[in-house]
């Protein structure tokens, strides 16, 4: 990559934003009202506001690898804060992606340095549904399961915090589960029943009255 060229592309895209509308970067200084968070990937591949053919100020974004969640992750965990109680977002998307890295390697039986205790989450996912995992023969198909069930433990972790606790009992605000096929570029609804998971996890997980 010439680093050069982004500041080239950068005049152009500029330019392209201000002849459909002179003050598209005024109205932009003057804040953001998402109505949607999305927890996502830092996959260079999976690129947020594209996929969803959203605009600037639409989506407030957090990407780290292999979407997590995690309660000791201060970044993940002050970024739903400032969405569900400042922003006020009504919707919380966890996607992940087929054929991710971070997943991958997290199956791998190998010393990977720092990433060991991250990747560690994703191998909790993996005991967690052992018994379903291991009934896939084909090693694709196991890892691309293993994927939409990171996304359902992921979207269970951002059901229990307090925050999120709170705006759906205040707002009803909705948490989601997605997947972006990488091969055909099509964004996936898991339709997880997060009524039915909330019963399962109410009595442990559960903060308010």
Request: net charge negative; glycine share 6%; charged share 25%.
């Amino acid at each position: 990559m010439n680093i050069e060229q982004v500041f080239i592309n950068n005049k152009k895209w500029v330019m392209s934003r201000l002849l459909v509308d002179e003050n598209y970067f005024q109205d932009l200084s003057k804040g953001q009202n998402p109505d949607l968070l999305y927890i996502g990937c830092s996959d260079s591949r999976v690129t947020a506001e594209d996929m969803m053919g959203v605009e600037p100020g639409e989506v407030f974004v957090h990407r780290n690898i292999a979407n997590m969640v995690s309660s000791l992750d201060f970044s993940a965990q002050s970024v739903i804060n400032y969405a569900v109680n400042h922003l006020k977002v009504n919707h919380v998307v966890v996607c992940g992606h087929y054929y991710c890295g971070g997943v991958q390697a997290a199956m791998q039986a190998k010393d990977l340095g720092i990433l060991n205790p991250w990747l560690r989450n994703i191998r909790d996912v993996y005991r967690l549904h052992r018994k379903e995992l291991d009934s896939i023969e084909n090693e694709e198909e196991r890892y691309k399961r293993l994927v939409e069930l990171n996304v359902q433990e992921q979207c269970v972790n951002v059901i229990k915090t307090a925050d999120v606790q709170y705006a759906y009992k205040e707002r009803g605000l909705k948490v989601h589960g997605w997947v972006f096929d990488v091969k055909t570029g099509k964004l996936i609804d898991l339709k997880l029943n997060f009524d039915e998971i909330l019963q399962n996890i109410s009595e442990i997980y559960r903060l308010l009255d």
